[in-house]
T-cell receptor, first 116, second 112 residues
């Protein structure tokens, strides 16, 4: 196991609702990235947080937002849910240092979101 | 931007060796990672190349050549449990604002 945890494991929402997903990083890691993975596709990068600041963002609308807390845990918030938001949401933690940059990422088990 | 290409499917027999290639286009990245994902599960880290050359971890090895924009994952002594999807991924450096990009995955089927 990676030490990265996510909650909840499964979630069912209706279109237009809002959802908050949570992630606890692996001990010693200071960077969290969030991904959306639709069935049969690779993970799509949503955004990354480093030291509580957004450090990069993929092609997702502003209704996808996030937070990183001082203990490096993180939240992903999605407003105005759409049917296409149904997917597996993954967080990955990693260590970013001045010397080596960002090292490899370790994934949590994911939250499976179904929007009806 | 960043993009990665890998074969969509590979089939091999138990005990054999298989190589999954990954070519990429990126303006800057820290390293190339490989992940395994079984149906319904989360990606599991397999190997990471920050520098050119070969990294070996048990039955799995990974290779990176930055000059050729190319890497591969080598799986030896294939077992039935190795049937899964395999993804290559680059972690973008500061020129790519920390963006990480995954390939679309290679489905490996191991037959008896």
């Amino acid at each position: 196991e990676t030490g990265v945890t996510q909650s909840p494991t499964h979630l069912i929402k209706t279109r237009g609702q809002q959802v908050t997903l949570r992630c606890s990083s692996q001990s010693g890691h200071n960077t969290v990235s969030w991904y959306q993975q639709a069935l049969g596709q690779g993970p799509q990068f949503i955004f990354q947080y480093y030291r509580e600041e957004e450090n990069g963002r993929g092609n997702f609308p502003p209704r996808f937002s996030g937070l990183q807390f001082p203990n490096y845990s993180s939240e992903l918030n999605v407003n105005a849910l759409e049917l296409d938001d149904s997917a597996l949401y993954l967080c990955a933690s990693s260590l970013t240092s001045g010397r080596f940059g960002q090292e490899t990422q370790y994934f949590g088990p994911g939250t499976r979101l179904l929007v009806l | 931007g960043q993009s990665l290409e890998q074969p969509s499917e590979v089939t091999a027999v138990e005990g054999a060796i298989v190589q999954i290639n990954c070519t990429y286009q990126t303006s800057g990245f820290y390293g190339l990672s490989w992940y395994q994902q079984h149906d319904g599960g989360a990606p599991t880290f397999l190997s990471y190349n920050a520098l050119d050359g070969l990294e070996e971890t048990g039955r799995f090895s990974s290779f990176l050549s930055r000059s050729d924009s190319y890497g591969y994952l080598l799986l030896q002594e294939l077992q039935m449990k190795d049937s899964a999807s395999y993804f290559c991924a680059v972690i973008g450096d500061n020129t790519n604002a920390g963006k990480s990009t995954f390939g679309d995955g290679t489905t490996l089927t191991v037959k008896p």
